[in-house]
C-alpha cells in the first residue's frame, strides 16, 4: 500500500514500547503512515517524513522496535525523544501512568505547540485521576481511550498490525475536552481499522469492569483453585475444549491484571458482587434440584450467549448497528412470472406474541405449534426469559412456555428490548403497567420513532406511572408497584394494540376495565384470554373485563398470518393463469378486510376446509385470476385490513379504473409513513395516483396481459411490508424493480424470498450499498 496515511500527525510519540504501543506502530505503518517508500515524493529534494518514535526502560525493546521497520528511533528517557511530538501516545502499565504523566507535564513545552496526548490503559478513573495530580486538572489537549484488542502476549515482539482492525476503541472524552484533539485521536484509530466509539469514564470501568475484568478474575481463580486441589497438575489431563474455552485468558500478564484491579477495584468489586448473587442463586437452585429455575437460568444465558454471537457476527436480530448492517440487502425482482402451487405462510404475528404472552403469565405449561420465528416474536420471547419464564424453543414453531402465575415475573436486569414490534411495545406497556417492579421498554430505530402515547395517556388514567422520550415515544419507563383501578375508555382511534394493552392492564386492575372502539379491530386477545379461562364479555362495540382473575395454560396452534398471505393473495390477483392455495390461513373476522376488498375488487378468491383451531378460525384461501377493477374502499373495512393496504396498493394498480381509500391516516405512523412511501414507489414505477393526508387514489394499469408499469428503484424505508409490495409488484411490471433496504422483511416473513420464488416469482438478495 503507498497511499499516504489520513493521519496528518508530523511525529507521533509512543511511550511503553510493549504488545499495545508496538501494535499501534505496526497497524500505522501498515496504512502508510511514515513509510520509506512514500516519502520520495518525485522531484528530487529532501521530504521531511512523518515519524514514529518511542520510549521504553527497556533498550532492547527500543532496538527491536526499529529492527522490525515499526519505529524511527526511540530513547529510554522521555526527555530524549519529546523534541517536536505532535501526538503522544501512553502505552504504559496502568500503574505506571501517574508516574509517566507527572514527568510528561514538566517536559510538554518541548513538544509541538498543539501537541495531543492519548493513552490506552485498560481502566480509565484511575488514570484520570492520575492525570488531574500530574497536570493540576485534566487537559483539553488530552484524550484518553482504550482499545478493546489485545492478546496474552506481551512485549514488541508480539506486536500485530492487524490487532485494531475491526475491534473497538473506546474513547472517554471530558466535557472540556479540545474536539480538535478528540478528532485527531479518532483518526489515529480509525486509520488502524478500528471503530471508535465515546463513553463517560465511570461508565467505561463499569462496562469493562464486566466484560473483561470479571472473566480473567474468574479464569484466574477457577485455573488457580483446581491447580491447588491438584499439586501434580494431574487434573488438567482430563480438561476438555469446555476447560480450554472458559480458561485460556488465565494465561494473561499478571502484572497487567494486578494493576488492572487494583486501578478498578471499586466497579470490579460490585460487578463480583452481583455474580456471586447469580452463583449463590444457581447453587441454590442445584440444591434444591430446582429444574425449572436451572433452565431458566441456562435457557437465557444460552440465548443471550446466541444473541451475542450473532452481534459479533453482524448477521443476527434486535441491536441497531446491526439492523443498519442489515438495512444494505436489495431485492431485483425481474419483471414476469406465474403464481402457482400450495404453499403455507409462517404464523401470526399477533398471535404468536399472545401467546407467549398469556402463556408466561398462566399457571401450567403451555405448548405452541405455528410460532412465528422472527425477530419480533423472538425479542418478546426473550423479553420473557429476562422476566424469568423458562421457554423452551423455538423449535420448528415449537415453543413451551413454563408459566409463572400473575404475579410470578422477576424484575429485568437492564431494559427490555422489543426490536421492531409495534404491537408487542404497547401490550407490554399494559402488561407491566401492573407489575411491582420497574421495566424500561426499548426498541429499535424505527420503533422509537413510534408514537406511545395513545396507551401511555390511558395507561395514566389507570392509575400507572410512565414515563416517555419526547412527544409520547419510547423508551418508555414504567413505575411498578403502582394500584391500578379499572376505567372506561372511548378509544379515539380504532386500535387492537391500544385495547389489547388496556384489557392487559386491567388484568391487574381493580374492578371493571372497558373499552369501547369506535370501529372493530382485532379480538386475538380477548379470544387468547377466554382460551386460558379468563371471562371477557362483550356488547356491541364495547369489551370488558375484571382485575384480579388468573390464566390457566391451554395449547395454542398459530394460524399462519393472512397478513403475510396478502401478499401472496395479491400476487395471484393481479397474474393471468395463477392459481394458488394457502393453507392454515387465519380468517379471524377482524382481520378478513383483505379478502372482502379483493372480493369487491373482482378477486376469484374462496374459503375452503374452514374450520376453528384454539378459538381461531381458520381456512385454506384458494385463488385463482381474474380481472380486478377499481373500487372505492369501504370506510369500515379500513381498520380490518389496515396492515394489507402496501400490497392491495399494488393490485389497485393493475385494476381496471381507480381505486380510492380514505380514512387511513393511521398508516402514516406505521413502520415508515406507508401512504408517502407507497406513493414515491408507484411514482417510481409510473404508476398514476393522487395522494391524501388520510388516503390514496389510484390509477390502474387495468390491462389483462403485459405489463401494467414500469420497472424502477424503490426506497422501501426499511418497511417490511413496503419491501414485500413491491416485490409482487414485479409481475405486472416492464423491468427489474430494485428495492432498497428490504433486511426487515425477515422482521415479519422469514422465508418470503424462499416462498415467493416457488410460487413463480425471479427475485435476487443483493448486499451492498452501491447503484443498481
Ligand atoms: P506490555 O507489552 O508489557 O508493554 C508495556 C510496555 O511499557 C513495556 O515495554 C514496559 O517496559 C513499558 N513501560 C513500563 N513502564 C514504563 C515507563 N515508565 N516508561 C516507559 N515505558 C514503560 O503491556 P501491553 O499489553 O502493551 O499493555 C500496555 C497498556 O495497554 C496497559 O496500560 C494495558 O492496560 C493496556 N491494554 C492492554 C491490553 C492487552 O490485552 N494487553 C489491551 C488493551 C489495553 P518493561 O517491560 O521494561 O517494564
Not at 41 to 63: F, N, Q, S, T
Not at 168 to 197: N, Q, Y
Request: negative net charge; aromatic residues 4%.
Amino acid at each position: 500500500m503507498t497511499e499516504p496515511s489520513a493521519v496528518a500527525e508530523a511525529r507521533i510519540l509512543i511511550v511503553g514500547l510493549g504488545l499495545i504501543g508496538g501494535s499501534l506502530a505496526a497497524a500505522l505503518r501498515e496504512a502508510g503512515f511514515g513509510r520509506r517508500d512514500s516519502d520520495d515524493a518525485g522531484g528530487g529534494g529532501p521530504v521531511k517524513r512523518a515519524e514514529i518514535l518511542a520510549c521504553d526502560p527497556d533498550a532492547d525493546e527500543i532496538a527491536r522496535g526499529i529492527e522490525m521497520g515499526l519505529i524511527d528511533g526511540g530513547d529510554t528517557r522521555l526527555e530524549g525523544v519529546i523534541d517536536g511530538a505532535t501526538l503522544v501516545v501512553l502505552a504504559v502499565p496502568v500503574l505506571a501512568m501517574r508516574g509517566v504523566m507527572g514527568e510528561l507535564a514538566g517536559l510538554l513545552g518541548r513538544a509541538a505547540p498543539q501537541v495531543v496526548v492519548t493513552d490506552v490503559g485498560s481502566t480509565k478513573a484511575a488514570i484520570r485521576d492520575g492525570a488531574v495530580a500530574a497536570f493540576g486538572r485534566m487537559p483539553p489537549s488530552l484524550v484518553l481511550g482504550h482499545p478493546i484488542a489485545g492478546s496474552e502476549k506481551s512485549g514488541v515482539a508480539a506486536a500485530n498490525p492487524a490487532l485494531y482492525a475491526d475491534h473497538k476503541v473506546i474513547l472517554t472524552p471530558e466535557p472540556d475536552t479540545d474536539p480538535a484533539a478528540l478528532a485527531r485521536v479518532r483518526t489515529l484509530w480509525a486509520a488502524c481499522g478500528a471503530e471508535v466509539l465515546e463513553m463517560d469514564v465511570a461508565r467505561h470501568d463499569q462496562v469493562l469492569a464486566r466484560t473483561s475484568h470479571l472473566p480473567h478474575l474468574l479464569a484466574f481463580s477457577l485455573v488457580d483453585t483446581l491447580a491447588r486441589q491438584d499439586e501434580r497438575l494431574e487434573i488438567f489431563r482430563y480438561a476438555a475444549g469446555g476447560f480450554r474455552d472458559f480458561t485460556r485468558i488465565a494465561g494473561s500478564d499478571p502484572v497487567m491484571w494486578r494493576d488492572i484491579f487494583i486501578a478498578n477495584r471499586d466497579a470490579v468489586l460490585t460487578s463480583l458482587e452481583d455474580f456471586e448473587a447469580g452463583v449463590a442463586r444457581l447453587r441454590d437452585a442445584v440444591e434444591r434440584g430446582d429444574g425449572d429455575a436451572m433452565l431458566a437460568t441456562f435457557d437465557r444465558a444460552s440465548h443471550a450467549r446466541h444473541y451475542f454471537d450473532t452481534l459479533l457476527n453482524k448477521t443476527s436480530y434486535q441491536a441497531e448497528y446491526q439492523m443498519q448492517q442489515q438495512g444494505k440487502l436489495r431485492y431485483r425482482v425481474s419483471p414476469g412470472g406465474g403464481v402457482t402451487g400450495r404453499i403455507r405462510v409462517p404464523g401470526d404475528k399477533s398471535i404468536s406474541h399472545r401467546s407467549i404472552m398469556l402463556g408466561a403469565l398462566a399457571e401450567g405449561v403451555t405448548e405452541i405449534k405455528g410460532f412465528l420465528e422472527g425477530e419480533d416474536s423472538l425479542a418478546t420471547l426473550q423479553a420473557f426469559r429476562e422476566m424469568g419464564v423458562a421457554i423452551e424453543g423455538p423449535h420448528q414453531g415449537r415453543v413451551t412456555v413454563h408459566g409463572v402465575g400473575m404475579h410470578g415475573l422477576k424484575a429485568p436486569s437492564g431494559p427490555l428490548y422489543v426490536g421492531n414490534a409495534g404491537t408487542a411495545m404497547r401490550l407490554f406497556a399494559g402488561l407491566l403497567a401492573g407489575q411491582a417492579f420497574d421495566t424500561e421498554l426499548t426498541g429499535d430505530t424505527s420503533l422509537t420513532r413510534r408514537p406511545m402515547g395513545r396507551v401511555a395517556d390511558p395507561l395514566r388514567l389507570m392509575g400507572a406511572e410512565i414515563d416517555t422520550a419526547e412527544g409520547g415515544r419510547p423508551p418508555l419507563h414504567i413505575h411498578g408497584g403502582k394500584t391500578l383501578k379499572g376505567i372506561a375508555y372511548d378509544m379515539p382511534m380504532a386500535s387492537a394494540q391500544v385495547k389489547s394493552c388496556l384489557l392487559l392492564a386491567g388484568l391487574y386492575a381493580e374492578g371493571e376495565t372497558r373499552v369501547r372502539e369506535p370501529a372493530p379491530t382485532r379480538d386475538h386477545t380477548e379470544r387468547m384470554l377466554t382460551g386460558f379461562g379468563y371471562a371477557v364479555q362483550r356488547e356491541g362495540d364495547i369489551c370488558w373485563l375484571e382485575g384480579g382473575g388468573k390464566l390457566t395454560a391451554a395449547p395454542i396452534d398459530v394460524p399462519s398470518d393472512i397478513s403475510s398471505a396478502t401478499f401472496f393473495l395479491v400476487a395471484a390477483a393481479i397474474t393471468p393463469g395463477s392459481d394458488l392455495v394457502l393453507e392454515h390461513v387465519g380468517i379471524n373476522p377482524t382481520r378478513i378486510g383483505v379478502i372482502n376488498i379483493l372480493r369487491l375488487m373482482g378477486a376469484d378468491l374462496r374459503q375452503e376446509n374452514e374450520r376453528v383451531v384454539g378459538g381461531e378460525p381458520v381456512a385454506d384461501l384458494h385463488i385463482r385470476y381474474t380481472p380486478l377493477k377499481g373500487i372505492e374502499i369501504p370506510v369500515d373495512q379500513v381498520p380490518l385490513a389496515i396492515d394489507e393496504f402496501p400490497a392491495l396498493f399494488i393490485a389497485a394498480a393493475n385494476a381496471e379504473g381507480v381505486t380510492r381509500l380514505r380514512g387511513a391516516e393511521e398508516l402514516r405512523v406505521k413502520e415508515s409513513d406507508r401512504l408517502q412511501a407507497m406513493a414515491d414507489g408507484l411514482a417510481a414505477i409510473g404508476v398514476e395516483h393522487t395522494l391524501y393526508p388520510d388516503g390514496i387514489d389510484i390509477m390502474g394499469g387495468g390491462r389483462h396481459e403485459g405489463p401494467n408499469y414500469g420497472g424502477g428503484r424503490i426506497d422501501s424505508l426499511e418497511d417490511h411490508r413496503i419491501a414485500m409490495a413491491f416485490t409482487i409488484a414485479g409481475l405486472r411490471a416492464s423491468d427489474a424493480i430494485v428495492i432498497d433496504d428490504c433486511a426487515n422483511v425477515a422482521t415479519s416473513f422469514p422465508g418470503f424470498v424462499d416462498l415467493a420464488r416457488k410460487v413463480g416469482l425471479t427475485l435476487e438478495e443483493e448486499s451492498g450499498e452501491e447503484g443498481a
